[in-house]
């Protein structure tokens, strides 16, 4: 299990994250959160890309602030539709946009993880297929005002208030909260 395998490291989350700390904290990592403050530029359309370079910029960033014996997470989410990538939205109109876009349709979630550990990065990816119901303009304003969507991928959150427009989901709950549990064991077991 992950607990076990971290059990003798000194773990940096990467990343300024509540929910992706919350994750960390609900599987038994012990880790020190530093925001890593970097520009994190939409360079390319290519969402797994996109996350993975970003999850390994994170990461790189924090390393260059501490001693190599630390074990560095850097994570990175997007909301991908159709050829648009949405990351969080910049003000509530935009939030709206994106929300009234992903009403009765599907979107993908991209989240990138990249680790920095013993002067080497590993990255990986994972991806969830998520499928909202129809909303209306109401609920969408209605949404928009608690503002759960400002720092939230593709102007959402699963495990809140947004939790009410997810109609269903296809692969792993915790990608789509910010950061895929199993496929950073997965990565793990292969670094360790």
């Not at 880790?31 to 994170?58: D, G, S, Y």
């Not at 991806?127 to 400002?150: G, Q, W």
Request: aromatic share 12%; charged share 25%; net charge positive.
């Amino acid at each position: 299990m992950i607990h076990n395998l971290l059990k003798d490291k000194e773990i940096i989350l990467a990343s300024g994250s509540p929910r992706r700390k919350e994750i960390f904290d609900m599987i038994g990592i012990k880790a020190l959160q530093i925001p890593p403050h970097i520009e994190e530029n939409n360079f390319c359309a290519n969402p797994r890309k996109l996350v993975t370079v970003h999850a390994e910029n994170k990461a790189l960033a924090v390393r260059k602030m501490v001693d190599n014996d630390y074990l560095i997470v850097g994570s990175d989410t997007v909301v991908f539709q159709k050829t648009k990538i949405m990351e969080k939205p910049e003000n509530k109109w935009q939030a709206a946009d994106f929300l009234t876009k992903l009403s009765g349709t599907h979107h993908y979630v991209y989240t990138g993880i990249g680790v920095s550990y013993k002067n080497q990065i590993y990255s990986a990816y994972e991806k969830t297929k998520v499928f909202f119901r129809e909303l209306s303009a109401h609920e969408i304003e209605e949404y928009v005002n608690t503002k759960e969507p400002m720092d939230k991928a593709g102007a959402y959150g699963i495990q809140g208030f947004g939790s009410q427009f997810v109609r269903k989901i296809s692969g792993c709950y915790f990608n789509v909260m910010g950061f895929p549990v199993s496929r950073f064991y997965k990565l793990l077991e292969e670094i360790l």
